[in-house]
């Protein structure tokens, strides 16, 4: 069956940086695009990023823009979201999906 497991969320600084991965089994993941959405506490879910199945699209929410970066690998049925210059407006559960397929997320928490 579908399986997506996110991993690399965790407590950072605000200015810091982390790296998201997003391990996919149980589908054609080489043809698919694949998302990042996010959920804040008391808000609705947010796109973060999406990238073509090939990898030579992406596309970013306005609010991370320049400062995330979405990557994939084929291979090896990952997708990656390199977060820099971290804010503490982008503290939130990430999840990675494809369809109506998704991860039970990663807490990412920025705070001094």
């Known amino acids: 069956q579908v399986q997506l497991v996110e991993s690399g969320g965790g407590l950072v600084q605000p200015g810091g940086s982390l790296r998201l991965s997003c391990a996919a089994s149980?589908?054609?993941?080489?043809?698919?695009?694949m998302s990042w959405y996010r959920r804040a506490p008391g808000k609705e879910r947010e796109f973060v990023a999406n990238i073509s199945f090939s990898g030579r699209t992406t596309n970013y929410g306005d609010s991370v823009k320049g400062r995330f970066t979405v990557a994939r690998n084929n291979a090896k049925k990952m997708v990656y979201l390199q977060m820099n210059s971290l804010e503490p407006e982008d503290t939130a559960v990430y999840y990675c999906?494809?369809?109506?397929?998704w991860g039970q997320g990663t807490q990412v928490t920025v705070s001094s």
């Open positions: 999906g494809w369809a109506d397929f």
């Open positions: 149980g589908f054609p993941f080489a043809i698919v695009d």
